[in-house]
C-alpha cells in the first residue's frame, strides 16, 4: 500500500531533488524521497526504534509540560 503525502521542501531542498532526477539515477520525487529515507532509517533507525523514546528524557525534565 502507497501512502500519499505533502511535503514542503526548501529551495535548496527541492533543488536537490531536481538535480537527482535530472541526473538521471531517478525517475521521479518519490523515488528521491523514498532513498532518502531508507538512509535515514539506517542511520538513525536502531538508534530511535519505533515508539520507544523514553530513553530520551527522564520524568523530572517533563514535570514542567
Known amino acids: 500500500m502507497v501512502a500519499v503525502m505533502n511535503v ?7 533543488g536537490f531533488v531536481g538535480r537527482m532526477i535530472e541526473s538521471g539515477r531517478y525517475n521521479n520525487v518519490s523515488e528521491v524521497v523514498r532513498v532518502a529515507l531508507r538512509k535515514l ?25
Open 8 to 14: 514542503a521542501l526548501t529551495a535548496d531542498g527541492k
Open 41 to 65: 532509517d539506517g542511520a538513525e533507525g536502531e538508534g530511535f526504534p519505533a515508539g520507544r523514546l523514553e530513553h530520551l528524557y527522564t520524568n523530572a525534565e517533563n514535570d514542567g509540560e
